[in-house]
């Protein structure tokens, strides 16, 4: 059964460092591609970014609101894929979702999410 | 980055059908685009209903069908019951499957 698991949210201070996890079971990370979305609180969803499969070279691509502050990765040892998020700002508020696929593979199952604040 | 478009709401009774539709700033929705359609429900996470176009999820109802309408992609609910009460989000691919971008969901009620 796949299953994906969002953890790592937590309340930090704008230009602070976070990073969360999305724990595989069910596929092994590096055989899909993995995304994240995200949802401000009471808005709608927006694309973050994805990790490529490693047959597609593990690449990444982001959205243009956290391209440069945000990466994503890949660990096979503990089958989880990594969304660090650097120089934190009041609009990355919101849950953040992972996905399996994004790219050469189609979004199928998702994540619960975790809650993201930056706050002063 | 293109901007994709939704209704911002709809009612339709129960047993009824709605059709909603998805466009994009940059010209007509086509099967490039790869749309999908979630659906989320109050207080749970966004989940696949429909991808590329009109292609089905196992847990897909058979009352949901997508499809491409006069340059938009549209997800058309038939029969429609109490629990399909949702938002809607329509996602599209842009730049060769690099980019992706949401719309801006449609608020589905059952009334």
């Known amino acids: 059964e796949v299953q994906l698991v969002e953890s790592g949210g937590a309340m930090v201070q704008p230009g602070r460092s976070l990073r969360l996890s999305c724990t595989i079971s069910g596929f092994t990370v590096g055989d899909y591609g993995v995304s994240w979305f995200r949802q401000p609180p009471g808005k709608g969803l927006e694309w973050v970014g994805f990790?490529?499969?490693?047959?597609?070279?593990?690449?990444?691509e982001f959205a243009p609101a956290v391209e440069g502050r945000f990466s994503i990765s890949g660990d096979v040892s503990t089958n989880a894929a990594h969304l660090q998020m650097n120089n934190l700002r009041l609009d990355d508020t919101a849950v953040y979702y992972c996905?399996?696929?994004?790219?050469?593979?189609?979004?199928?199952?998702g994540g619960q999410g975790t809650l993201v604040t930056v706050s002063s | 980055q293109a901007v994709v478009t939704q209704e911002t709401s709809v009612t339709v009774s129960p047993g009824g059908t709605v059709t909603l539709t998805c466009g994009s700033s940059?010209?007509?929705?086509?099967?490039?685009?790869?749309p999908y359609w979630f659906q989320q429900k109050p207080g749970q996470a966004p989940r696949t209903l429909i991808r590329d176009v009109r292609r089905k999820y196992p847990w897909t109802p058979a009352r949901f069908s997508g499809s491409l309408l006069g340059g938009r992609a549209a997800l058309t609910l038939s029969g429609a019951q109490p629990d399909d009460e949702a938002d809607y989000y329509c996602?599209?691919?842009?730049?060769?499957?690099?980019?992706?971008?949401f719309g801006g969901g449609t608020k589905v009620t059952v009334l």
């Open positions: 940059t010209g007509a929705v086509s099967e490039g685009h790869f």
């Open positions: 996905i399996r696929g994004g790219s050469g593979w189609p979004f199928d199952y």
């Open positions: 996602l599209l691919s842009y730049n060769g499957i690099r980019d992706w971008v």
């Open positions: 990790i490529r499969s490693r047959p597609d070279g593990e690449t990444t």
